[in-house]
């Protein structure tokens, strides 16, 4: 008889071979320190700090340092374990982990060796994977070190109270960069100064918390130097984005929250906040939506297949919070650096999307309609048809008016508007913003055409008087042609006593 095979045994996965493939999943330094920093603020740290120097024998090392609950020995060792958690259990809602393996892969693909020392309730414990040595002896063999060795370790000495040290020793992949010591020292500067500005922009909302996000300010640093938060919707900025309605979107039993804003115009902003917004890319290419889990920046500049990158939604960028609830149906990944909208959720953003996109493209096309539709008295007003816009000059205008009654017939002034109508030169005007928006100008007046055009306004508002509301000069100040014109309010008080 022959012998009946077993129907199943255990294969277990070798480590060497597994250890070092797992570095290569596509950390870039940044993303490995934002996943470090991610426990940091996952255990209730208030003060993180990235510290890269040489130890005793002269190799680089880096560490990440947090004041956070630190970990008990026995919770340590766990935290060592690769897939210490499970991707489907749902994490409290300020937990930033995710599948249990951050720390261990994002630390690898940096570095041959991971140290963890953490100090809880007075007690200090290290537990370390050493690349070399998992893969000499084929075996997970989790080291110990303590009395003398630990001690010696570089930046323990600064965990004085409760929290952890993160430490990348043998960091193999910056040795690539170059074999002289200052071939490395730039690579490495280099890389830091890529990493400052994306942990500014990924926790920004956490290092300068708006009051609505409810959070303790954390504080960051990097060599000792503060990370400044990049917040990408410039709401601590002065001037100040428009922030639009919030908008949730609920599903299966948890709110996804929904809020566009539009960039303050670039005209409005000194080169330094416009390099800042740009976000080291052009304000086209960073335009969409910036998706947060947990008020952590996921992905952002991207509008997820919902819209198309366009030079007049450049100005448009949306906030999405996502909960750590719905972790499973957004398919984020180990690097957390990339989104799976699922398909409800896309059909329910993507009107939600095109409402917001649309109204962008108005201001921006003639922000003179936008402003006016508050205040002032515009010429020309936008009128949208059958999904068709076209411009229009309102003939309703006091100019109008007064024009059509001085020439004393409509059908002498209705030609000329048509004509500017139709003739309106839409093509070159897109094709020159499009192409350079900061040489195409309006038509810059004069002080002697402003004082004509006021007068003519104020005219054709109170005729034949020499004094004027205060309610109509706001609303004739507030036109955008005079609102730009810091002189305007003075040469309308010489024209017209105002009287309030
Ligand atoms: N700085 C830290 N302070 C306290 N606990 C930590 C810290 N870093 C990691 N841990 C613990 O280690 C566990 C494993 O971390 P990680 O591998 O990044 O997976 P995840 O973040 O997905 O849980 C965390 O769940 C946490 O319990
Ligand atoms: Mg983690």
Do not use: C
Request: aromatic share 6%; charged share 25%.
């Amino acid at each position: 008889m022959a012998v009946r095979e077993l129907a199943e045994e255990v294969l277990r996965p070798s480590a060497a071979r597994l250890l070092e493939s797992m570095r290569d999943i596509g950390y870039s330094f940044e993303s490995a320190l934002a996943d470090i920093v991610d426990n940091s603020i996952s255990a209730g740290a208030t003060h993180i700090a990235i510290v890269n120097d040489l130890d005793g024998l002269g190799r680089p090392y880096l560490g990440i340092l947090d004041d956070g609950r630190g970990m008990d020995p026995d919770e340590l060792t766990e935290a060592m374990r690769h897939g210490s958690r499970s991707p489907s259990e749902v994490r409290a809602e300020g937990d930033l982990g995710r599948f249990g393996l951050g720390m261990k892969t994002a630390s690898f693909s940096q570095a041959r060796r991971l140290t963890v020392v953490s100090r809880k309730g007075g007690r200090l414990v290290a537990r370390r994977w050493d690349l070399d040595y998992v893969i000499d002896n084929d075996e997970w063999l989790l080291q110990k070190p303590d009395g003398d060795e630990l001690q010696r370790m570089p930046l323990v000495d600064q965990l004085r109270g409760d929290g952890t040290l993160v430490l990348w020793e043998h960091l193999d992949r910056l040795d690539a960069v170059g074999p002289a010591p200052e071939q490395a020292y730039a690579a490495i500067n280099e890389l830091f100064d890529t990493a400052r500005a994306h942990l500014a922009l990924t926790f920004h909302r956490f290092i300068a918390p708006e009051s609505s996000d409810g959070v303790e300010r954390i504080a960051m640093s990097i060599n000792g130097a503060p990370i400044e938060a990049l917040d990408p919707f410039a709401r601590l900025m002065h001037p100040q984005s428009d922030a639009h309605e919030v908008e949730v979107v609920g599903h299966g039993g948890s709110d996804i929250v929904v809020q566009a804003f539009t960039l303050p115009h670039h005209k409005r902003l000194t080169l330094e906040q416009l390099e800042q917004l740009e976000l080291g890319d052009s304000l086209v290419q960073t335009q969409g939506l910036y998706v947060y889990r947990a008020r952590r920046l996921i992905a952002g500049g991207t509008w997820l297949g919902l819209a198309r990158k366009a030079e007049l939604t450049k100005l448009l960028r949306v906030r999405v919070d996502v909960p750590t609830s719905l972790d499973a149906e957004w398919s984020i990944d180990v690097r957390k650096s990339r989104v799976r909208t699922p398909a409800v959720i896309r059909d329910r953003l993507r009107p939600l999307i095109r409402r917001m996109t649309e109204s962008a493209k108005r201001p921006y096309t003639y922000r003179g309609t936008k402003q006016a539709a508050a205040a002032g008295l515009p010429l020309w007003e936008r009128v949208e048809e059958r999904g068709a816009v076209r411009y229009q000059i309102r003939r309703e205008h006091p100019l109008i008016s007064t024009l059509q009654e001085s020439v004393g017939t409509h059908a002498a002034v209705e030609p000329l508007l048509l004509a500017m109508e139709t003739t309106l030169p839409i093509e070159a005007l897109f094709a020159d913003v499009a192409g350079n928006p900061q040489i195409v100008r309006q038509h810059e007046m004069d002080a002697a055409e402003l004082e004509q055009m006021l007068a003519a306004f104020v005219e054709a508002m109170a005729p034949g008087k020499d004094t004027l509301p205060a309610a109509i000069a706001n609303t004739v100040l507030s036109t955008p042609v005079f609102a730009a014109q810091p002189s305007a309010r003075s040469v309308l008080e010489r024209l017209r006593r105002i009287e309030d």
